[in-house]
């Protein structure tokens, strides 16, 4: 009598169903471990904050204030000085909005990014030749003032020592 591949097919099968009832009750048991695991390591020991920080909202606001008040200039200018003023009053205010972006992260040095912006900002008016365009930056360079105070005033990092 010839055997059929089949043949043991039912003693084959529940095999297999017992292997992989088997295997799905590790990995169930092994996820749990991870989830607590990764529930005791990452939440309940660290605090994420997810709230922005004002200095990044009024560096953002002070940054695009900036670079819409420069394509203005740019755009309203009568000569190729005051074109000059907006073009630098335009980079000035991307670097506001660059220490705007890393005042969460590194606030001392987003705090200095942010007043050499304003700073720069301001000696770029006399290019033109003209204190006019001192009105219409003030503003910028008052907000960015502002947030490079709140990042200087910000507690130190507790893993650094002051000197």
Known sequence: M?????SGGKRAFSGFLQACASLWDRIAHDSVTYARQFRTTFIQRRVIRKTMKKQFLLGLVGGILGIIT?????????????TLSGV????????????AV?????TRFAGWMLLLSAVFITLSVPV???????????PTVVILGITAIL???????????PE
């Open 2 to 6: 010839k055997r059929s591949p089949f």
């Open 70 to 82: 420069a394509i203005f200039v740019i755009y309203s200018a009568t000569g190729s000085d005051q």
């Open 88 to 99: 630098q009053a335009a980079l000035f205010s991307s670097m506001g909005l660059m220490g």
């Open 102 to 106: 890393i005042a969460n992260k590194e």
């Open 128 to 138: 033109a030749g003209t204190l006019n365009l001192l009105f219409l930056y003030m």
């Open 151 to 161: 990042c200087f005033m910000e507690p130190a990092d507790e893993g650094t020592v």
